[in-house]
């Protein structure tokens, strides 16, 4: 097959989500299929995912606690998104800390300094985590 030297890259187990994508959006199998189940429970164990949230800080933020937007594409807001894009969700307790500094810090704002109150973009981002 033409491109079977690219579906075997995919499928390597050094980066799990890539892998996990590649069965379960390429090769159509099905979520409850061993082998998916076992590459989505390693994308917080090794590559991109894990290097990501190994920089976290034990509070719950990556960069800053006091900007969970700046600097930008390093700080929190950016490390949740593609923590999203590589497949995790709430489910791990990692992004769920992040995502809850998200309401505690965000939400909790006046509404004249709410960003939830007129920024589109920030309020999509933020739902993905």
């Known amino acids: 097959m033409k491109h079977q030297k690219v579906i075997d890259w995919l499928l390597e187990e050094n980066q799990p989500a890539v892998r996990y994508f590649a069965l379960s959006n390429l090769l159509g199998c099905r979520r409850q299929d061993p082998e998916v189940r076992e590459a989505y429970s390693n994308i917080p164990k090794r590559g991109w995912a894990f290097d990501i949230l190994r920089l976290q ?17 390093t700080a929190t807001n950016w490390m949740c998104l593609i923590l999203s894009d590589l497949g995790l969700t709430i489910e791990d307790k990692r992004v769920k800390k992040a995502a809850d500094l998200f309401l505690k810090q965000w939400l909790a704002l006046p509404s004249a300094e709410n960003i939830f109150n007129d920024e589109v973009c920030i309020v999509g981002n933020t739902a993905r985590c």
């Open 57 to 73: 800080e034990g509070d719950g933020y990556w960069e800053s606690a006091k900007s969970l937007y700046t600097p930008k594409y």
